[in-house]
């Protein structure tokens, strides 16, 4: 978002390396010296302009660049200084549009080379951030959808090298047996092509860990879903419980009654997940049975064929044969959950500690699970999780259908 701002205003980026608390990182916090912050290149995540890639051809705005080498070129006697506490006050309750037009108008007006936006003291402004937590949890982003999804940024953003080696060298765990051409080519095309393994792959993001805590905070709060997983065409939306009437709830509690309500969709039972994979399966597949009309692309016409495989007594061009979990879960729960899935016929299932990751694979190992979900037929996703609102982002731009994007 930050990147399409600079964009408007006609400016250039400036991107930071990526930091996590060590506890985040695949290695354990014991293994960092004190003293030092592990941080992650943003390259290393992704690509595009958001990361120093270039614009389209013509597009005469600066592309990015880092944060060490707008030190070199922008010293702090050339710089304007725009303080957040100047701005965001007048904003807090403000639409997207409107967050959006303000900064633009004091990016573009101001006269100087190079801006710098400082935040104020954690004491003074705990999410100091142009677009921040409190924006990004409520419905004021949404208006900006329609916009951002066509923008240069979105379309431009692609998967980084490092993260697209660690999906191909794995890609072997995404085959079946029953995988095969499953394209009709012109007969005076040399190409062939062979189906994309992803194409039969349903994945889920499944959050364990200390997410509870996170889910009964969601709770306290009574918070709706999280950004791009609030788009009015997605399905499995999600509305706060009201308090019964005449019953007054202080700021940040809630009753035990709506707590179960969020953790049913925010840290769902195994029972729970076996059932909606089951159903969004099933809406996917019977979705795509009614029609098998043949797709164009460029000067290759193709057709999938109709699988062998029935759902519901009725035969379909897809197929879901695949499923992978992805999730931070690292005990016997995981284990058990795999147990009661496969009773459902899946051919194989995946989860993100069957992926073989060298060192520097490993460290953008949640970037390699969100890549996976981007490209898989069906994508279960946390409502409340960044996570999955960067999933379904890319899933949209990419031009996957709503009801291939689901929710707990």
């Not at 303000?102 to 100091?128: H, N």
């Not at 029953?178 to 792959?201: C, H, I, N, T, W």
């Not at 809630?254 to 029972?271: G, K, V, W, Y």
């Not at 979990?325 to 147990?339: A, G, P, Q, V």
């Amino acid at each position: 978002m930050n990147t399409w701002l600079a964009h408007a205003s006609n400016r250039g980026y400036v991107f930071h390396d990526f930091l996590w608390t060590k506890s985040h990182y695949p290695w354990p916090a014991s293994s960092y010296p004190h003293d030092w912050i592990p941080r992650t290149p943003l390259n290393a995540l992704i690509s595009g302009p958001s990361a120093g890639g270039p614009w389209e051809e013509g597009d005469t705005t600066p592309r990015a660049i880092s944060e060490a080498w707008f030190d070199v070129v922008c010293p702090k006697s050339e710089r304007k200084f725009i303080h957040t506490r100047d701005i965001k006050p007048q904003l807090s309750s403000a639409d997207g549009k409107v967050i959006f037009r303000t900064w633009k108008k004091l990016l573009s007006d101001a006269p100087e080379r190079c801006v710098e936006v400082v935040a104020g003291s954690s004491e003074e402004e705990p999410f100091p951030e142009t677009f921040d937590i409190w924006f990004w949890s409520t419905e004021r982003s949404v208006s900006l959808w329609d916009e951002f999804k066509v923008s240069p940024v979105s379309r431009l953003l692609e998967t980084s090298p490092n993260v697209q080696s660690a999906v191909d060298s794995n890609l072997h765990l995404f085959r079946t047996k029953l995988s095969g051409p499953q394209v009709r080519v012109q007969a005076s095309s040399p190409r062939k092509a062979l189906l994309d393994p992803f194409d039969e792959v349903f994945s889920i993001h499944v959050r364990r860990g200390d997410f509870k805590e996170a889910c009964l905070e969601h709770a306290a709060a009574n918070d709706t879903f999280y950004n791009w997983n609030l788009l009015s065409f997605l399905p499995d939306k999600f509305h706060p419980p009201p308090p019964p009437p005449g019953i007054n709830l202080l700021l940040g509690t809630n009753m035990s009654e709506n707590e179960a309500i969020f953790l049913d969709r925010c840290l769902p039972s195994a029972e729970s997940i076996v059932n909606k994979v089951r159903k969004a399966r099933e809406d996917y597949l019977h979705e795509d049975s009614e029609s098998a009309e043949p797709v164009v692309a460029a000067s290759i016409k193709f057709k999938k064929l109709p699988s062998s495989r029935p759902s519901n007594g009725r035969k379909t061009k897809k197929s879901l044969d695949v499923l992978y979990i992805m999730s931070n879960d690292r005990t016997e729960w995981l284990d058990d959950l795999k147990h009661e899935l496969k009773k459902d016929g899946w051919a194989r299932i995946v989860t993100s500690r069957d992926l073989k990751l060298n060192v520097e694979q490993k460290e953008v190992s949640v970037a390699v699970d969100m890549d996976i979900g981007r490209r898989s037929a069906v994508f279960i996703g946390n409502g409340w999780s960044s996570f999955t609102s960067n999933v379904v982002h890319r899933r949209l731009v990419d031009g996957k259908e709503p009801i291939s994007i689901r929710f707990w």
